[in-house]
């Protein structure tokens, strides 16, 4: 099984400064086939379902931000907010999809210093 | 527009059982994988099952196999959960939500607002 490790556990930053988290799989999920990365990125705020807001790494869904972007390959993948905003308070998890047997991150709280 | 909307949580005794449902609109139910992801109180996203868009292949998180079942019923756009041999541990907000695709290697894309599910210790 694929295993996904988010760092940090927690990140308090100011009001229009970057946010950066980490992602790490155990193993690649690069698809040799396509050259695609087969992994996405949550928003997941108390009381609501979450939400997706990047898939095959650094793909935007539409309607989300331009301040959120993904970056990275193979087993090392980031998300950034590069000015964050009060509403991106959030825990923000990552996820696999390279394997059927999907995997997600311990999770990220983002928080407002 | 994609609605998602679970049914069928509650309290349930350790060893009981319990049949989660989710009622699909809004897209192509057939084209699209469809799973199950939980989160216990104060806890990350945990992935608990998924099915193929045609039904015939499904998956499952170790501390779930064997008690869990995944169905779907194509016809009736609706997707269920058959939940036995109930732990203290499957307590948790259980989320319905639809794969970007129909194979099971995909991104969930919508979510339903979930269904408690809560089994006392």
């Known amino acids: 099984d694929i295993v996904m490790t988010q760092s940090p556990d927690s990140l308090a930053v100011s009001l229009g400064e970057r946010a950066t988290i980490n992602c790490r799989s155990s193993?690649?999920?690069?698809?040799?086939?396509?050259?695609?990365?087969?992994l996405a990125w949550y928003q997941h705020k108390p009381g609501q379902s979450p939400k997706l807001l990047i898939s095959?790494?650094?793909t935007r869904e539409s309607g989300v931000p331009e301040r959120f972007s993904g970056s990275g390959s193979g087993t090392d993948f980031t998300l950034t907010i590069s000015s964050l905003q009060a509403e991106d308070v959030a825990v923000y998890f990552c996820?696999?999809?390279?394997?059927?047997?999907?995997?997600f991150g311990q999770g990220t709280r983002l928080e407002i210093k | 527009e994609v609605q998602l909307l679970e049914s069928g949580g509650g309290l349930e005794e350790p060893g009981g059982s319990l049949r989660l449902s989710c009622a699909a609109s809004?897209?192509?139910?057939?084209?699209?994988?469809m799973t199950w992801v939980r989160q216990a109180p104060g806890k990350g996203l945990e992935w608990v099952s998924a099915?193929?868009?045609?039904?015939?292949?499904?998956y499952y998180a170790d501390s779930v196999k064997g008690r869990f079942t995944i169905s779907r019923d194509n016809s009736k756009k609706m997707l269920y959960l058959q939940m036995n041999s109930l732990r203290a541990e499957d307590s948790a907000v259980y989320y319905c939500?639809?794969?970007?695709?129909?194979?099971?290697?995909?991104?969930?894309?919508?979510w339903g607002q979930g269904t408690l599910v809560t089994v006392p210790s």
């Open positions: 996820q696999q999809y390279y394997s059927p047997l999907i995997s």
């Open positions: 099915i193929t868009g045609s039904g015939v292949s499904t």
């Open positions: 095959w790494a650094s």
């Open positions: 193993q690649s999920v690069l698809y040799s086939s396509n050259n695609k990365n087969y």
């Open positions: 809004g897209f192509i139910f057939t084209s699209h994988a």
């Open positions: 939500a639809k794969g970007s695709a129909s194979i099971s290697s995909s991104f969930f894309d919508h």
